[in-house]
């Protein structure tokens, strides 16, 4: 059985977890305004993932006999000035995702909540990930600046990542 306050701070994650792929897919509808479709597509399976970690929030919390509390998600940015400005967001975002989880860690430690400790140290590693893999994007936009080649090449490498619900639901499944 959770705590109140374990409980509590769960469902604020839980719904941090929604607003990241809300995010994320406003960032995409940036990118694909741009026609900058590998970056949309980077971005839309990234909100895909974000769904499914807030799924992990949910699922655990019924496990453990907590309910869940949806909240009104805030309405996320959703122009930049440059795909860098974008990707800097997003690293920043991640940044403050990262700083959450660790607040999480910390809660369960002192209230001596092993489950939830172990629970989560999947997400501390899942972040250690999201940020390397946006500061690499972050860096590697800042090395190309305005030169759009660049920016071509690295959409065509960013396509690569697809959504997998989406292509399964184009694909008729």
Known sequence: MLSERMLKALNEQLNKELFSAYFYLAVASYFKAQNLDGF????EAQAEEELGHAMKFYDYIF???GK???????????DFESPLKAFEAVYLHEVGVTQSIFKLVK??????????????????????EEEATTKSIVDKLRL???????????DRE???????????MTQGV
């Open 40 to 43: 949309a597509s980077w971005m």
């Open 63 to 65: 496990d453990r006999g």
């Open 68 to 78: 869940v509390e949806l909240e009104r998600l805030e309405k996320p940015k959703e």
């Open 107 to 128: 809660l369960a430690r002192e209230e001596n909540d092993y489950a939830t400790e172990q629970f989560l140290q999947w997400f501390v590693e899942e972040q250690v």
């Open 144 to 154: 190309i600046g305005d030169h759009s080649q660049g920016i071509f090449m690295l």
């Open 158 to 168: 960013l396509g690569a990542r697809k959504a997998q619900l989406r292509n399964l």
